[in-house]
């Protein structure tokens, strides 16, 4: 068996869903997309979630050999996040809010990430894991699969459903050529009108100032106008994944045991780690959660409109310990409740 074989069957024994080998370039056209997307959306770092706030960040994604000076190849793996946990139906009624699916998958494919690299240096090679390169760019390089309209890499086996990883070695493995995926992007643009902040502000844009999944996770204010858009969303966003059609002929996975990684509680996200997935949210306005996930709470609260008794007593109640910046917040969602 060729050790690219064998690299790829453990892969595949640690839970990876997909996996395919990538050659190592420098990869300037993403870099050459990433400047116009900060020149046509006025974005900086600190929208991307990003420091240090200069285009270093970008610039090392676009170099592999910037993290390891003798790669010659980049294995990338992914692993379907679509599980029977992450589907939302009542959550609207039952006053919960709503987390990306594929947090919970991040630190399962890291996981498989991080024995692969042992495995591949244990046969005497240097391998170093991270998310270290253009993961959408090379996954669509090497036909792993294509850009959708909404900005995100959709698979034939999995939708846009995949948590990426990449290990970046000094091991020499052809690169892989695959089949291309072709998509029903063309005549359609259902994730560009269900988009409800316009952060997808052409097909396979983001303007990250306007995107829900950075807007719930930093501290910045947010203006009333892009509150009453974030619907119950309190960490991420899925909705132009939701809603695209490739996405909705999937069937949701079993819980992912493989690797003794049990998703369920595993939110992953630093602020619902060890927590449901989707807890009540009128006790998340409770001042043991930190304020970004009290804010989301009040502004979900506000928009799913329901038990409008329950949601304000809960938020008049907590305003009064709430620490100042939240205040607003919660005046803006009693006030929108109480118009409702
Ligand atoms: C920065 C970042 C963000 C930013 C910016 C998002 C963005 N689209 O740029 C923010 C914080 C907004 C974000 C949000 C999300 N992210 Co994010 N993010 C990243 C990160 C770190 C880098 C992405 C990047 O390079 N952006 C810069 C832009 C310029 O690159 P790009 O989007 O690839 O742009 C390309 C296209 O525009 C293309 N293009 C331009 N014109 C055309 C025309 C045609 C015809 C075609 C085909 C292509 C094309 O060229 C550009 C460059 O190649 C990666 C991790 C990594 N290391 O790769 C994760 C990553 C992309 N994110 C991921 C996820 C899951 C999300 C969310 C879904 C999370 C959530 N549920 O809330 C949202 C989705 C928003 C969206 N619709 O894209 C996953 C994507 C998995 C997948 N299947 O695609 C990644 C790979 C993380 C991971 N480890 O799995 N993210
Ligand atoms: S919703 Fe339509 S346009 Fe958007 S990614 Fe899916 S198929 Fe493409
Ligand atoms: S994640 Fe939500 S806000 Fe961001 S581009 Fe997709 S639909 Fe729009």
């Known amino acids: 068996m060729s050790l690219k074989h064998e690299i790829k069957e453990f892969a595949r024994s640690q839970g990876a869903d997909l996996v395919a080998v990538a050659p190592i370039e420098v990869y300037s056209d993403y870099l ?48 379907y996040a679509y599980d029977e946990t992450a589907v939302y139906a009542k959550t609207r009624n039952e006053l919960r809010g709503k987390t990306a699916r594929i947090y919970a998958y991040y630190p399962v494919v890291r996981q498989i990430a991080e024995k692969l690299a042992e495995f591949i240096e244990k046969r005497g090679y240097k391998a170093i894991q991270g ?30 459903y995949v948590a990426l990883r990449n290990v970046i070695t000094d091991l020499a493995l052809p690169p892989d050529k695959l089949e291309k995926f072709t998509l029903p992007c063309e005549d359609c643009r259902v ?45 991420g966003c899925d909705i132009c994944q939701e809603v695209c059609p490739v996405n909705r002929k999937l069937t949701v996975r079993q819980i992912d045991l493989r690797a003794g990684f049990d998703s369920r509680h595993h939110a992953s996200h630093r602020y619902l780690d060890n927590i449901e997935r989707t ?33 304000l007593a809960a938020l008049k109640r907590h305003i009064v310990s709430a620490p100042e910046e939240l205040r607003d917040y919660y005046l803006w969602a009693i006030g929108a409740l109480e118009d409702f």
Request: charged share 25%; glycine share 4%; aromatic share 8%.
């Open 32 to 79: 050459a997309q990433v400047r116009d997307r900060l020149a046509e959306t006025s974005a900086d770092m600190r929208d991307y979630m990003i420091q240090p706030e200069d285009m270093s960040f970008f610039e090392r994604l676009s170099s592999p050999r910037e993290i390891l000076p003798d790669a010659r190849a980049i294995i990338v793996l992914g692993v």
């Open 131 to 160: 998310q270290s390169i253009p993961l959408k760019y090379v996954a669509d390089r090497i036909k792993l699969g294509t850009y959708g309209k909404n900005a995100l890499l959709l698979t034939k086996q999995y939708g846009s």
């Open 191 to 235: 994730c560009l009108k269900a988009c409800p902040t316009g952060a997808l502000y052409a097909p396979y844009k983001v303007n990250p100032k306007l995107c829900i999944n950075p807007l719930t996770r930093r501290q910045n204010y947010i203006p009333p106008e892009l509150r009453s858009k974030m619907q119950n969303w309190i960490s």
């Open 279 to 311: 807890p009540h949210l009128t006790d998340i306005l409770s001042e043991v959660y930190p304020d970004v996930i009290r804010r989301n709470a009040a502004i979900a609260l506000a928009n799913i409109g329901k038990g409008k008794r329950e949601s």
